[in-house]
């Protein structure tokens, strides 16, 4: 990796950890210079606009969330669990390590038009591997006639993480997790399907790493 792909990845890093615990997406470029101690010209030719900005903390983002589900199918042979297991992962990184929820912002077609090329082309591949995962996790589990599934779970999971995120809720509640998995079932049209026991919420919770330290 060159030094300059290094320091890109240094500069989102530094956003995520300006941004963590934030309900809007208020960091601008200039805010990175005190808090990386790099240049404001350097920053800037990484960032042209404040667009590329916003759409590179999407794509690491969407890439994190790529990794961990590939590290839950090492982890869980049934699709429905790891699906379950990596969705409880996704809402107590956001409620524990107060990563900010980029679904407040993106995807959108307005910033994501007024970003450079390198980051529009880098974007979409990140969210194409990203939902390939999602959407043939859910042919997995077994979809259901009668509604579009998909595009139902989608809406459910962006709107439960903006507003568990909203009310400060508990990242480290058990039964938060139960019905956030529960609801997460029925959309998927397998009520018949039963949830895992209350133990292994809390077993899931027992393992996934709480609040890191701010930098």
Not at 72 to 84: S, T, V
Not at 86 to 95: A, E, F, M, S, V
Not at 168 to 182: A, F, P, R, S
Not at 200 to 205: A, D, P
């Amino acid at each position: 990796m060159s030094t300059w792909q290094k320091r890109g990845e240094y500069l989102v890093e530094v956003s995520q950890r300006c941004l963590r615990g934030h309900k809007t997406f208020d960091l601008c470029r200039s805010h990175l210079v005190q808090a990386s101690q790099i240049s404001k010209g350097t920053i800037y030719n990484h960032f042209p606009n404040e667009a590329d900005l916003m759409v590179a903390v999407a794509i690491n983002d969407l890439n994190r969330w790529s990794v961990q589900a590939a590290l839950d199918e090492q982890h869980y042979q049934d699709p429905l669990i790891q699906f379950l297991a990596h969705q409880c992962w996704r809402l107590h990184d956001t409620l524990v390590n107060k990563t900010f929820v980029i679904e407040r912002v993106m995807p959108n077609s307005d910033v994501l038009s007024q970003a450079s090329e390198v980051y529009q082309v880098a974007y979409q591949q990140s969210y194409d591997a990203y939902f390939v995962w999602f959407h043939g996790m859910i042919t997995k589990i077994g979809k259901v006639e009668g509604f579009n599934r998909d595009e139902l779970v989608m809406s459910y999971l962006r709107g439960a993480m903006i507003n568990c995120d909203d009310a400060d809720k508990d990242g480290n509640d058990v039964q938060l997790y139960y019905q956030y998995c529960y609801a997460i079932v029925q959309l998927l049209g397998h009520s018949d399907k039963r949830l895992p026991a209350i133990a292994k919420f809390k077993e899931w919770l027992s393992t996934m790493p709480q609040q890191l330290s701010a930098a």
